[in-house]
């Protein structure tokens, strides 16, 4: 027989169908739940006077009177069998320690790499977004509590941690338009944390691990993915630009780690989290289709990038069509500028990864974004000028490029490094050259004054710094004035 030391739950509800002596229309409060010797779980209430338990099938002859977002989710908790599943196995809190022993692990090596967006306004934003979803605690007896992390990652990903963690991505938050999109996929994940999916799946898991051999041979391929990346695509790194190493490591990371924690949702547990973002949404009176919008604008994304398997529904999750049908659809939502102008600093590190991976109109999409709501810094102007000398090569465009510089010199927000560089790259396709000589000695200035000693980029086993770029770009600098004058 199971003994645990419960909190009240405190749900309130009304009787519709008669449960053994409890008439119809009787009220009563679930005060707590248990098992007896013969290993039945039971629900326990009030009034005591006609019965004092009932079983967990007659949930579905109870209706709920919910009067805030704590009862909303025990109910979601009740309905979905989480205290059912806690009444037969416990609270499992040893368990439950070493998962969130482990995701502390993980989120270490996250910071460790650098693959944390830290951003101390948008993280204030994304919590005010999960205060209006989810309650401080549970107050059910589960530990745990929503700890929002943004990741560094081209793919629009999000996942919640056993202990609450809730990472979403750089990629899921600039893939979206709207703050109501964005509380959907919040919403959604918070809903795999309020019902317990991870516990669920790590209870079913056959063999695990042991925890210092997983991660010590994590370490060992995480490690060999960043620095075979870099000895062969990235020989030095630029501290004004980004490489894609963020990306590949994010991605690494999330598949073996997510499925050790018990991430790795059945279609079941995708669409009962589905269904309980909606009814959140409906609670607090945001449009609940703006978690269907999210989805058909990942549908794009992963139609654009090739990845049918999210659209297909061959994997754990349903496809994403059905899951649009199920939530309903209303067409997809447009810009908001709010929300445009608080992600702004996204979008120009979103617009840096899609750059340098080659995808130049996502890049600018992403830039114009920031520059329609007066948010785009010299970073986002000078990035404008560099695509259009990968897309285009027309007087007309190459103008419109030197425009761009022109108005990120004007900015002074973020000083850019590669300003006067691209200025002379632009000024040497008009034909320009004395003008592009004039650029490349400011950017020389610049390298010399400015920028020496700072640390740039560090893996497991190597680190570039800047002094190794200065001298690799004071070398191309010297080699293109003496080239200049030959041309």
Same mark, same amino acid.
Not at 470 to 487: H, N, P, R, T
């Given at each position: ?85 806690l009444a037969k196995n416990g609270y499992q809190y040893n368990t439950r320690i ?10 270490d090596y996250y910071k460790s790499r650098g693959l944390l967006f830290e951003d ?48 979403? /991505? ?6 979206? =338009?709207?703050?109501?999109? *964005?509380?959907? &996929? $919040? !919403?959604?994940? +918070? ?40 000895? /062969? ?6 501290? =004004?630009?980004?490489?894609? *190493?963020?990306? &590949? $490591? !994010?991605?690494? +990371? ?31 009176k945001i449009r609940h289709t703006a978690l269907s919008s999210a989805f058909s ?191």
């Amino acid at each position: 027989m199971h003994t645990y030391a419960q909190p009240e739950l405190n749900i309130r509800g009304v009787v519709n169908k008669k449960i053994n002596s409890i008439d119809e229309n009787q009220s009563i409060t679930i005060t707590g739940f248990g098992s007896d010797e013969s290993g039945g779980a039971h629900l326990k209430i009030t009034p005591v006077g006609k019965e004092n338990k009932i079983g967990f099938s007659s949930v579905k002859n109870l209706s709920f009177k919910i009067g805030s977002i704590s009862e909303f989710w025990k109910v979601q908790a009740l309905k979905e069998d989480v205290y059912y599943n806690l009444a037969k196995n416990g609270y499992q809190y040893n368990t439950r320690i070493q998962l969130e022993e482990e995701a502390l692990q993980a989120i270490d090596y996250y910071k460790s790499r650098g693959l944390l967006f830290e951003d101390d306004y948008l993280e204030s934003y994304l919590y005010s977004l999960v205060l209006r979803l989810f309650p401080d605690q549970m107050r059910d007896g589960r530990p745990g509590i929503i700890n929002v992390k943004i990741l560094r990652d081209l793919n629009p990903n999000a996942c919640v941690y056993p202990n609450g963690t809730l990472f979403i /991505s750089t990629g899921l938050i600039s893939t979206i =338009n709207t703050e109501e999109e *964005l509380m959907g &996929v $919040l !919403a959604h994940e +918070i809903s795999h944390f309020a019902l317990d999916h991870s516990i669920i799946n790590y209870n079913k898991a056959v063999q695990r691990q042991k925890r210092a051999e997983f991660w010590a041979g994590f370490a060992a391929v995480a490690g060999a993915v960043a620095d075979g990346y870099l000895g /062969s695509k990235n020989p030095y790194y630029n501290s =004004n630009s980004i490489s894609i *190493l963020s990306t &590949v $490591l !994010a991605y690494s +990371i999330a598949i073996s780690i997510n499925e050790r924690l018990g991430l790795k949702f059945s279609r079941d547990q995708e669409t009962a989290a589905d269904k309980s973002a909606v009814e959140i949404m409906k609670f607090i009176k945001i449009r609940h289709t703006a978690l269907s919008s999210a989805f058909s604008k990942l549908k794009t994304y992963f139609t654009y990038t090739g990845n049918y398997m999210a659209l297909s529904g061959e994997g754990t999750h349903p496809a994403i069509d059905e899951r649009i049908k199920a939530i309903g659809f209303e067409g997809e939502f447009g810009v908001d500028k709010s929300y445009d102008k608080k992600i702004s600093l996204v979008n120009t590190y979103m617009s840096k990864l899609e750059f340098f991976n080659r995808h130049f109109e996502s890049s600018m999409n992403l830039i114009k974004r920031n520059i329609n709501q007066l948010m785009a810094t010299e970073e986002d102007y000078v990035l404008l000028a560099k695509s259009y000398l990968y897309m285009h090569d027309s007087e007309e465009k190459n103008l419109e490029a030197l425009s761009f510089i022109s108005k990120a010199k004007t900015i002074n927000a973020i000083p850019c490094i590669d300003l006067y560089k691209t200025e002379a790259l632009v000024l040497l396709r008009l034909g320009k050259k004395e003008e592009a000589k004039n650029s490349l000695l400011k950017y020389k200035s610049l390298l010399e004054t400015n920028y020496t000693g700072k640390p740039i980029v560090t893996t497991s086993e190597i680190a570039y710094n800047c002094d190794d770029f200065i001298c690799k770009e004071l070398d191309w600098v010297a080699k293109m004035i003496f080239k200049i004058k030959q041309l």
